[in-house]
């Protein structure tokens, strides 16, 4: 389970539908020379830092052994399921869901991408015609 669990999380980190997580400030923060003032709305956007090189060497490389490597998912930047008190209820939820279908979907059927479907990767990874592909038993 661990390198599935590493594969949702390299898929999630390169391809996420999540850009990133709001918050609102609730007194006056000071952060390395700057302040954010109380009640000021903000958007971390952790695409970004999903695509950060120091993070993430060659950042565009799908490699989930990356994170059987180090435990990259106890580091302050994995911020994929938002952090602190609103982190995602659904974590262990959701990975385990997606787990169940990645183990069927490998272990019981083959599959193709059917046509030449446009993926876009900016502002958010998205296929605006849909992806198709044709699935058969195996
Ligand atoms: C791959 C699957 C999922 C991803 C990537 C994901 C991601 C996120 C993110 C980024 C947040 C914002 C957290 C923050 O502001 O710090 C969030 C919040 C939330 N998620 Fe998920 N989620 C996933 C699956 C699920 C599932 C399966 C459920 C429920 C069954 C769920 C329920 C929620 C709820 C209720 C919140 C709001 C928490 C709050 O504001 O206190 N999520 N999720």
Known sequence: M???RAVIFETLRIATVVNGVL???TQDV???GFVIPKGWRIYVYTREINYDPFLYPE???FNPWRWLEK???SHQHFMMFGGGGRLCPGKELGIVEIAAFLHH???RYRWEEVGGDKILKF???E???GLHIRVWDH
């Open 2 to 4: 661990s390198f599935t």
């Open 59 to 61: 950042p565009l490389t």
């Open 23 to 25: 918050r609102k400030t």
């Open 123 to 125: 502002p958010r990874v």
């Open 71 to 73: 435990n990259l998912e």
């Open 127 to 129: 296929a605006p015609n």
């Open 105 to 107: 979907f490998v272990t």
């Open 30 to 32: 000071e952060m390395k």
